[in-house]
């Protein structure tokens, strides 16, 4: 910044400038001391300055500083992180109503479009680690009808790798895919 000195009259300016208000005046006094303002506006903060006690020891005291903008990839992050989230609770939710479906007298048709799409979605979101979805999905249904349908760990077992087949179907299937358009690289 400048000094705190104040701006120079400018001679070249026409006499009839219009009086600033006291909050247009500061906000230009930043500009005016950093030399940004235009020749214009700089007298007419001077002129103003020359009545205004209030503008004038704003000025002495110094334009408080602007807060520096937020930064665009912390900023990106957070929103990044609760989408994740969010489509972690939309994995979740999916593979729990399957079950649901499963469990509560509705054959299992509904699961075999369920169930892939669930291992799709967890395999764009978790990338590298796609795998984990099918085995989280298994072990959810062998705890769920281990636990809540009191079936036995056999039939519990059957269902989850039923529950984890279709996952990883729909994982693999979602892997490939983005293979073929992303020309990414296969894990």
Not at 113 to 129: D, K
């Amino acid at each position: 910044m400048q000094s705190r000195s104040l701006p120079q009259a400018q001679p070249d300016l026409p006499e009839t400038l219009p009086d600033l208000p006291c909050d247009v005046c500061r906000d230009l006094i930043p500009l005016v001391q950093d030399g940004a303002a235009s020749p214009t506006a700089t007298e007419m903060v001077r002129r103003h300055m020359e009545h205004c006690e209030s503008c004038l020891a704003f000025w002495r005291e110094g334009a408080p500083v602007q807060p520096a903008a937020p930064d665009d990839g912390k900023v990106l992050g957070k929103i990044y992180k609760r989408l994740r989230l969010l489509v972690f609770a939309a994995l979740g939710a999916g593979a729990l109503f399957g079950l649901w479906l499963m469990s509560y007298g509705f054959a299992g048709q509904f699961n075999l479009l369920i169930m892939p799409a669930v291992g799709a979605a967890g395999a764009l979101l978790l990338r590298r680690r796609w795998y984990l979805t099918p085995l989280c999905v298994a072990a959810l249904g062998f705890v769920w009808h281990l636990s809540l349908e009191n079936t036995g760990p056999v039939l519990g077992l059957i269902y989850a790798a039923f529950y984890g087949g279709l996952c990883l179907l729909g994982g693999v299937a979602a892997m490939l895919f983005r293979y073929a358009f992303g020309k990414e690289e296969l894990p």
